[in-house]
């Protein structure tokens, strides 16, 4: 069974410019999340979906991050415009269940490097 | 808001010593998770403990739930070179979403 997968693996921007991330979850996995990981700290979470229902968001910068789900499937992560201080790891897990009920399952994270 | 502290940061051992992080919550969790996470990947889910006091084993890898559930530990037994990476728990409180700690990094040196 193929695991998490996101894309871009790699992507250098300058800083002012768009970037998006795109992730499909395991298939099954209601719950979807977004990390952010800097280097040499832990994953902390930019949003996390029900479904296609965003249900924790408040930590996402909302005035330069959004978030999509359509069909409780695919989900994408957007920075618009892209800063300096964005340059990170963006990881990607789904679980099988709702709410916390369990391991997380990682994609492999888009590095992002804002210039 | 909830967070939860790992030390130390780093760890450097001689191949074949034992190793183990710590991980400290200021409020009490309804559990907590344990990752791991090699240079240049994802991290990898190892175990989760739940219950006051519980300890599990996986071959030489020994965790540790404190009483008050604030508290856990990874004890790693003989280390390999195999075991080269950070180590992440990370704490939920209730139903939410577990919060990760900062994470220790093992060096094995050969």
């Known amino acids: 069974e193929a695991g998490v997968v996101q894309s871009p693996r790699y992507k250098i921007i300058e800083k002012k410019q768009p970037v998006a991330f795109w992730c499909n979850p395991i298939?099954?996995?209601?719950?979807l999340y977004w990390y952010r990981q800097n280097l040499g700290q832990g994953p902390e979470l930019l949003i996390r979906?029900?479904?296609?229902?965003?249900?924790?968001d408040s930590q996402l910068p909302k005035d330069r991050f959004s978030a999509e789900r359509l069909k409780g499937v695919d989900s994408t992560l957007k920075i618009q415009p892209a800063e300096l201080g964005d340059s990170a790891v963006y990881l990607c897990?789904?679980?099988?269940?709702?709410?916390?009920?369990?391991?997380?399952?990682f994609g492999e994270g888009s590095r992002l490097t804002v210039l | 808001g909830q967070q939860v502290m790992q030390i130390p940061q780093y760890q450097h051992v001689q191949e074949g010593e034992d190793f183990t992080t710590y991980c400290n919550s200021s409020?009490?969790?309804?559990?907590i998770q344990w990752y791991k996470q090699r240079p240049g990947g994802h991290p990898v889910f190892l175990i989760q403990?739940?219950?006051?006091?519980e300890v599990k084993k996986q071959k030489r890898l020994t965790f540790q739930f404190g009483e008050a559930k604030k508290n856990s530990s990874l004890h790693i037994t003989a280390t390999q070179t195999t075991d080269v990476g950070t180590y992440f728990c990370?704490?939920?409180?209730?139903?939410?979403?577990?919060?990760f700690g900062r994470g220790t990094s093992l060096i094995v040196h050969p």
């Open positions: 897990a789904s679980s099988p269940g709702l709410m916390n009920t369990g391991e997380l399952f």
């Open positions: 298939s099954g996995h209601n719950t």
């Open positions: 979906y029900e479904n296609e229902e965003a249900v924790d």
């Open positions: 409020t009490t969790l309804s559990n």
């Open positions: 403990l739940v219950k006051s006091g």
């Open positions: 990370a704490g939920a409180r209730g139903s939410y979403i577990p919060t």
